[in-house]
């Protein structure tokens, strides 16, 4: 029995504490206590890992610019929802056109009312135009078609400026999460391809590089999480006043068909 006398030989503290650190545990590893230690190391560029860093700065600019889109166009659709419902109630407690369109002046964020102005306008250069011509009756019916063809390019044009941006939350939703796996399949390649040269084959050897690539895919959610939830809420608020042009345009034909054409 020779292996009884070494199982028994005292090893220091201090002796089995610096074979970890210098044969087992990386220098890197030993400096990231904490995940965000993690994150704020893997943020610099260095010519040993470039592709990850620069993987972590796009997706930090996407979710820069998510969360400025997300600020602006909630104050912008909640102004206009906010404004849409005081047209619409001095819409329906009023017959009088002239008094609905001065009133339009002070609700310029509402996209219901502008679809209403330009119908008005509309109107009013037909009813202008009309002591020109010799056969109203005859032209009664192109005359309804200029209204509609006014109210549809208003519309087209309010859905325009309210969607403005949502493009970029949808772009970040989908793209997002790929951007961050791209850096973590790159990490986790790199930190494979270094085991070779490493002094241990352990995971500890690889742990920090692993470290280091999850981190891009957890940002890249980051990212992509809230875009996707506010482009989802936006867009059920660009029905509502898609829905509310519709029915204001289909009630301002009625109205100037009934009684003025």
Same mark, same amino acid.
């Given at each position: 029995?020779?292996?009884?006398? #070494?199982?028994s030989?005292?090893?220091?503290e201090g002796n089995?504490? =610096?074979?970890?650190t210098? =044969?087992f545990?990386p220098?890197?590893l ?8 993690l994150?704020?190391g893997?943020?610099?560029?260095n010519?040993?890992?470039?592709? !990850?860093?620069? !993987? &972590?700065?796009?997706?930090?600019f ?5 969360? *400025? ?7 912008e ?11 619409s ?11 609905i ?5 002070? &609700?310029?964020?509402?996209p219901v009312?502008n679809?209403?102005?330009s *119908?008005h306008k %509309?109107?009013?250069e ?7 011509? +010799?056969?109203?009756?005859?032209s009664?019916f192109?005359?309804?078609?200029n209204i509609e063809r ?5 519309k087209? %044009? ?5 969607e ?14 790929f951007?961050?796996l791209?850096?973590?399949v790159?990490?986790?390649m790199?930190?494979?391809? =270094?085991?070779s +040269? ?8 690889v ?5 280091e ?5 957890a940002? =890249? ?19 509502? #006043? ?10 301002f034909?009625n109205?100037?068909?009934r009684h003025?054409?």
């Amino acid at each position: 029995m020779f292996y009884l006398p #070494l199982l028994s030989l005292p090893i220091e503290e201090g002796n089995l504490s =610096g074979i970890q650190t210098s =044969g087992f545990m990386p220098a890197t590893l030993a400096h990231h206590n904490t995940v965000s230690d993690l994150f704020w190391g893997s943020l610099k560029l260095n010519s040993n890992s470039l592709i !990850v860093p620069v !993987v &972590l700065w796009l997706l930090i600019f996407m979710s820069i610019w998510t969360w *400025g889109i997300i600020l602006s166009k909630y104050r912008e659709l909640h102004k206009a929802k906010a404004d849409s419902d005081k047209f619409s109630a001095i819409f329906w407690s009023s017959r009088n056109f002239a008094q609905i369109f001065a009133a339009t002046a002070n &609700l310029k964020s509402s996209p219901v009312a502008n679809v209403y102005a330009s *119908g008005h306008k %509309e109107l009013q250069e037909i009813l202008t135009s009309r002591d020109d011509r +010799q056969e109203l009756h005859s032209s009664e019916f192109g005359d309804i078609e200029n209204i509609e063809r006014a109210l549809k390019r208003a519309k087209a %044009e309010e859905l325009t400026r309210i969607e403005k941006g949502t493009t970029f939350l949808a772009t970040t939703a989908s793209a997002a999460p790929f951007v961050g796996l791209f850096g973590t399949v790159w990490g986790i390649m790199r930190a494979f391809m =270094g085991l070779s +040269q490493a002094s241990s084959t352990s995971i500890q050897a690889v742990a920090p590089g692993i470290s280091e690539a999850l981190i891009a895919t957890a940002v =890249g959610l980051a990212a992509a999480i809230p875009a996707a939830m506010a482009y989802n809420y936006f867009m059920q608020q660009v029905r509502y #006043l898609s829905r509310e042009m519709d029915k204001f345009s289909a009630e301002f034909l009625n109205i100037a068909k009934r009684h003025f054409l």
